[in-house]
Each structure stands twice: as C-alpha cells, then as structure tokens.
C-alpha cells in the first residue's frame, strides 16, 4: 500500500517518541522513511544480523524471538505504532533478536545515515530510545504472573531519585543528633548516657536509612499496552499490586509542584470511567513522557475496540441472514479472576474466594485477634509452664506441697477459661467480616457470639469512591489497613482489612465486571434491533421479488394464451 506524507506525519504525530516536536519537525522525518511491506510469517532480520535500519510497525504485528539452546525464547509480540532495530543503531552492534511477521505487515523504515541525523538532531528523540532499551533490558529476566499473553511492557520505573534523597534528610537529622551526643559525651565527666542515646540513636539511623532505600526500590510503576500498575512491594510481606486497564481510562492529568517541575518529577492522575480504579502514580520520573505513552497506547485500545465491534456487529448481521457466522473474541479488556490467599494458616485465613471467583469474604487482620487474646495466650503459656514445673517438682512450688488431685483441678479450670476466651475472641473475630457476593453486593456484617448481628449492604454499581490507606510503621510492615467505601451519602469502612490495596482492586474489578456486562447487554440488544430491522427488510425484498416473479409469471401465461 502507498502511504502519503500527509498519512506519515499523522501517523507519527500520535507517536510519544516524537511528543513536543512540531508539524514541520515531523514532515522532515517522516520524508526521511520509506514503505516498507513484507507477507505474513516472513523473516524481517536475524539474530546476528548487521544492524542499518529502524522500523516502525504502520500496520500489522512482529513476533520479536531469540534462540536460546535448541527452543525459541518469545520476547514479545509487537503491534501498530511499535518501533524496533534501534538497539543495533544506537550502540553500533548487530541485531540481538529475530524479527518475523505475524502477518501481512506494512513498516516505516529509516536507514541509519537519515537515523542518525534524526537522533543528532532531536536529542529527545535518542532518550525516548534509550529509555526503551534500558526499560527492555530490565524486564528481560524478569517474570510478572499476572501478565497475560501478548501483553508488552512499555514502562518500567520507580519514584524520582530526588523523592528518595528528600525522605533520607529524616534519618541524615537523626545522625547529626547522634554526632550531638557523641560531642556532649567527650566534654563531660556523665559521658555513659549521651553515649548510649548516640548509639542508639546511630542504630535508628541505619536501620531508617536502609528502611527508605528498601521502600524506595521496591516500588514499581509499569505501564504495558494493556495496563497501567502501580506494584509496591512490602518488605516480608508479598507485593500489593493496583491497576487501572486502558480500556476502561477516561483521561490521563499531569500534577507538579515548584520543585517537582525543577527536578523532573511529579505526579500521573490516570482516571477511569467508574472513578474507583483510579491510579494516583506520584513522583513519577518525567511525568508528562509517561502521560503521552499511556495516551498512545489507549488510542490504541480504543482503535481495537472499534476494530472488535465492527467484526461483532458483522457476524451479527449475518447470523440474521442465516449465514454462517464465526465467534469474535474480545481480547482488548481483560478482568482477571480474583486469586485466593495461599496461606498456609488457614484458620487465620484473611481472604477467602469461592471457586467461580464470585464471592469473596474477607476478615480482620490476624494483628487484630492477636490484640485481643494476647493475654490469655499468655496465661496459657504460663500455665503449661508450671504443669512442667509442677511435674518435674513433684508438685512442691515455692517450698509448699500442692496435693495433685487440687492441683489439676484448678489447672484444668484456669485451661478452659483462658482457652475459652481465646475461642470467643477467635468466633468474635471470624464473624467480623466483610463480603462481595454473588449478586454484586457488598456487605460489612458483624456478630457478636451468643449476640445480636449487624449488618450493612450496597450495591456496587452505586459506590461513588474508594480508597484505602495504611498509617504507621506496623500497617505497613504487616500490611493491613482500612478501605473507605462511600455510597451515596454512605460510608462502608472495611477495618484493619490485610492488603487493601487488594481488597480495593477487587471491588474495582467487580465494578468493571457489572459495566462491561451492562454494556454488553446493551450492544446485543442494540444488535439484535437491527437484525430484527434486516431481517424484515430481507423479508420486504424477498416478497418484492417473489410478487415481481408472479407478475412476470401472469405475463407469460397471457402471452401463452
């Protein structure tokens, strides 16, 4: 196919390579590439191939592989506005992968002398690159469970540097205090405590120190052609992960402060329809680069679903005239299936998911029972202490025989009443829960045992906003914290809930679950309007044409006659 210049300079305008640049800027590169167009599953380049040309992928999709050992290692699948090769030019080496086509596929192509004009030229343009091949490079080991197939990742990143080097003045303070004391004790005779508060204090700074780094680099923000994730690994604790899909994206804001514009960082608003899933990315590295690749990548996504529902209302209109039509799979939204916990604990199970995935129960923290039977589990311990104690004495405490038949009856009265209380605290525990069902309620029930149950109910679709929030040093190394859930002029507060973050998500998820399949059953029913429309009007033409066979018909005979 021939591709204008006009096509290429709008083709490349939507492209967040070329973000900032103007239309004359544009027009210049895009006379610098040339068409190029290659049949399905044909080799582009090999592995080991001299590197001389950058592609971008105009229409069609690559398969990007390489050979390791005697199996073919998939990379990547890339689609329509993908660019690759660039790796061989910018770092003057040979090709690293295999490129195929998976299809019929139509490339801009820039030869390296026009490449490496355009990167000497736009210097912007080279750390778009770069950043690409620095965020492959990073990924290249790794592996993400909850990535579909298919799914590529565009972004990898964590919070400014600044942001890291701005939370370390706090623990840098506590050093200078512990120099403070460390001075004081050599200018005084009472020199042992402001010794021993400097070595504590110096202690705190490195444990602080090592805290922030750890909390700094565990914190991850991806962005993927299907996906925007926020993932924040707790330490000892398994990663929380919050998302937004870009189908279900509304728009995309940018958020800086004086010193965020200064240094390069501020904060991504990503929005979606339902408000709920909304992702607030903060201290994001050059926030307005990640703002224009998630811009790129949802007109993307919004292309597919054009794409999809134009193949859907096809197959439609022919299953109503009864021709053979074939399935069109929706593969542009995904809602994954909640997962259940895998603890091995399952009496202290906080989360529990039935197998369709429909109803999911949570409780409290295990914090929270342990607050309320630390004391007799604690006399339990003590008890089983003396019986041994008792046993190995034969009986004589503190001097004094205890007859053995007294002894264990009142050891057997103190077991059961700090046993039971356990046991209450445990039934009290277990019936403070907090559920999504079946038929998409959420529910906050708590009942007390031998005592009245109270319980509070919404439906889901009607939850205007949701949050969760995890305040002090001990939600964040366990991990819990409290959802707020508002319903109209409502508020359901899900309590010291373990990984909200996750609780947040999946109610997210079973919103997008209740709009897509709302939305669905208002396309099919749309559908079915028109097929109903088609039908009669197949059936209006075929009268036409059968009275117009009879009248032709009649003038035979006549003729006959």
Known sequence: MAISLEEKVNFLKSRAMFRGLDGE???????????????????????????????????????????????????????????????????????SVTVNTLEDTDFLVMHK????WMIDQYPEIEQHLIDLLETREQIRDMYFPWMHSGEVIYIFTRRHPAVLWINLLKPFAVLLVSGILFYISTLTRLNTLPTILGFTLLIF????????ILDWRNDYFILTNQRVVWIEQVIFQAAARQEAPLSAVQSVDVQTSQMGRLLGYGNVLVRTFTGTGSLKLTNVDDPKKMKSMIEELL????????????????????????????????????????????????????????????????????????????????CLVGMFAGLVYA??????????????????????????????MIAYNYVDWKNDIYKINDDDMIIDSEKRPFGEEISRSAPIKNIISLTHERHGILRLLLNFGNVQVVVADATLPFYDVHNPAQVQQDIYYRQEQIKLQSEADDYEADREHISKWLRA??????????????YMADDLDDEDY
Do not use: C
């Open 391 to 420: 046993w190995i004495h034969d009986y004589v405490i503190f001097t004094f025989t205890i007859p053995t038949l007294s002894f264990y009856v009142f050891w057997f009265i103190g077991f059961f009443i700090f046993l039971g």
């Open 205 to 212: 700074f490195v444990i602080w120190t090592v805290w922030q």
């Open 537 to 550: 009007y197949h059936d209006v033409l075929e009268e036409e044409a059968s009275q117009k066979r009879r």
């Open 299 to 378: 007109m993307r996504v919004r292309k597919k679903t054009e794409v999809v529902a134009k193949k859907q209302l096809r197959q439609s209109i022919r299953q109503s005239l009864g021709i053979e039509a074939q399935s069109v799979e929706d593969t542009v939204f995904y809602v994954e299936k909640p997962v259940p916990e895998t603890s091995k604990l399952a009496l202290l199970r906080t989360r529990e998911v039935s197998a369709d995935g429909r109803t999911i129960t949570y409780h409290r923290h295990w914090w929270v029972l342990l607050t309320k039977t630390w004391v007799p589990l604690i």
């Open 25 to 95: 800027e544009i027009a210049e590169i895009a006379s610098l590439m040339d068409e190029f167009h290659q049949e399905g599953d044909r080799l582009v380049y090999a592995e080991g191939d001299k590197g001389s040309v950058f592609y971008i992928i105009y229409h069609g999709s690559v398969r990007v592989w390489r050979q390791e050992g005697e199996q073919e290692r998939e990379i990547m699948i890339l689609e329509s506005g993908d660019k690759f090769g660039e790796g061989a030019l910018i770092d003057n080496t040979t090709r």
């Open 113 to 116: 002398e026009n490449f490496e």
